[in-house]
């Protein structure tokens, strides 16, 4: 079995506002790192714009909700990337970009080895989850790291 991911967030300036322009002026060299780690399976893909990132795939048809979403080999393998890469520097940061949502905007869940889950299939967890806690259905970092002890 691979792990899934789906993170989102809602922009707090349409894509090309300038308030946003770092983080959007920074998706292709974070995403292209993901996409360069050991453990990196496969990842939802946008228009293929330079600087867009998946930035043009909506929410509710809202264009600052904006998502990633993504398939790992294993646990250790994401916790690297998220963590130990650049990537974390940016998500330090994530206040001077993102809204406060009030709901769930994370979500881990397990697929079979070659799946490519859609977007719609994602959603579906992150509802699951924010609905019925944690389970082996959907979860976030905290559940899984302690299912390996």
Not at 49 to 61: A, H, Q
């Amino acid at each position: 079995m691979h792990l899934a991911e789906l993170n989102i967030g809602r922009l707090i300036a349409p894509t090309d506002d300038p308030r946003v322009a770092e983080f959007m002026n920074n998706l292709d060299r974070v995403n292209g790192l993901g996409k360069r780690m050991p453990g990196f399976v496969w990842m939802m893909e946008g228009s293929g714009e330079p600087g867009t990132g998946n930035t043009d795939v909506k929410i509710d048809g809202d264009p600052q909700f904006v998502s990633n979403l993504t398939v790992w080999k294993n646990l250790e393998s994401l916790e690297t990337f998220v963590y130990n890469t650049l990537h974390s520097k940016f998500m330090d940061r994530k206040a001077e970009w993102f809204e406060v949502l009030g709901k769930q905007h994370f979500v881990m869940w397990r697929v079979e080895e070659g799946h490519r889950p859609s977007l719609e299939e994602a959603l579906q967890k992150l509802a699951y989850r924010e609905t019925h806690g944690d389970s082996d259905v959907a979860f976030g970092w905290d559940w899984l790291r302690s299912q390996k002890g």
